[in-house]
Nanobody, 129 residues
């Protein structure tokens, strides 16, 4: 089973950028879907973005709140997924988690945290206004 590790969080000012990384500490991503979720204090863990593959086609999905500001990508070797976050806002403050799901997911199922396993320990992102 995949075990994932997140890194790259930190404290930044509003409008700044950060890049988070999600790396497999055990196993390889292969054809797994990788998703990013975040959890702010007192709130449920929420979908941010996911990258999934169906044959040769790669699909990405985003929460409306981050669309146009965040970009998910996967390195060619396939064992690291990045989350590039631009124009950060105070409401982006949260612990960010990555997780894996076997195989392909749709625009709907990718948003369901129940399909994911191998959650990382999370990385804190704090955006000061």
């Amino acid at each position: 089973q995949l075990q994932l590790v997140e890194s790259g969080g930190g404290l930044v000012q509003a409008g700044a950028s950060l890049r988070l990384s999600c790396t497999a500490s055990i196993g390889t991503f292969g054809s797994h879907t990788i998703g990013w979720f975040r959890q702010a204090p007192g709130k449920e863990r929420a979908f941010v973005t996911a990258i999934t593959r169906n044959g040769a086609n790669i699909y990405t999905f985003y929460a409306d709140s981050v669309k146009g500001r965040f970009t998910i990508s996967r390195e060619n070797a396939g064992n690291t997924v990045y989350l590039e976050m631009n124009s950060l806002r105070s409401e982006d403050t949260a612990v960010y988690y990555c997780a894996a799901s076997a195989g392909f997911c749709t625009a709907t199922s990718c948003r369901d945290r129940r399909i994911y396993k191998g959650w990382g320990q999370g990385t804190q992102v704090t955006v000061s206004s």
